[in-house]
């Protein structure tokens, strides 16, 4: 495959794209068996989500649906207080679904505890989460995360949907940025 004209800006390649494949028809295939027969939605948080969104849903052999939340934590500066805004609301009514939550990185697990006892208020069914990576050494609440893609050290990671300013979601592989992009000079 072409060299990605980012390259240059990666220290590290820390999962590459054909791991993150693997692990995700893994998943697919988990989701697929203990939702037998029934039709998940499967919620999206934007916008870090849509990549793994857009592969986990084609290993999943069931007919499900899919919506997007998407959501602003509230805090100052680096720590975040837990407390979120719904930016953008779901659109499908969740009472009595079988609902999975599907996340690109879970890091102190704030928003999505809040988000969990927001979406719990709903009725679903069911509520579990899909994450394709978890920071453990940097969790601050006990979440139960059902699938999980991958443990990461507590690095700041970018690719397959995780940014840095905004910019580096389209990396197709999970990498660490050289100390010189965070512009410290
Ligand atoms: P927390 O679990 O409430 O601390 O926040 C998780 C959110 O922080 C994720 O959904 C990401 O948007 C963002 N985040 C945490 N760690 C990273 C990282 O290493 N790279 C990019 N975004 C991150
Ligand atoms: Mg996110």
Redesign the pocket.
């Known amino acids: 495959m072409k060299m990605s004209s980012m390259m240059p800006d990666v220290q590290e390649v820390l999962i590459p794209s054909d791991e993150i494949q693997a692990k995700l028809r893994e998943l697919g295939t988990r989701i697929t068996t203990d939702y037998r027969g029934e039709k998940p939605l499967l919620i999206g ?1 934007l916008r ?1 989500a849509i990549v793994v969104m857009g592969d986990l849903m084609r290993n999943i052999d069931l007919q499900c649906e899919i919506d997007f939340m998407d959501i602003s ?1 509230y805090g100052s500066g680096t720590s ?1 207080s ?1 407390v979120v805004r719904i930016l953008k609301d779901l659109e499908e009514d969740i009472t009595g679904r079988r609902v999975l939550i599907v ?10 505890s809040y988000l969990l006892r927001s979406l719990q208020a709903r009725k679903p069914a069911s509520l579990e989460i899909c994450s394709l990576l978890s ?1 453990p050494s ?1 969790r601050r609440v006990d979440l139960d995360v059902k699938y999980l893609g991958f443990e990461v050290p507590d ?4 690719g397959y949907g ?3 300013a905004g910019a580096y979601r389209n990396l197709p592989d999970i990498c660490i940025l050289k100390p010189e992009v965070f512009g410290g000079a």
């Open positions: 948080i870090g934590s975040s837990g996340e690109d990185i879970i890091d102190t697990g704030l928003t999505l920071k940097r690095e700041f990671v970018v995780l940014d840095y």
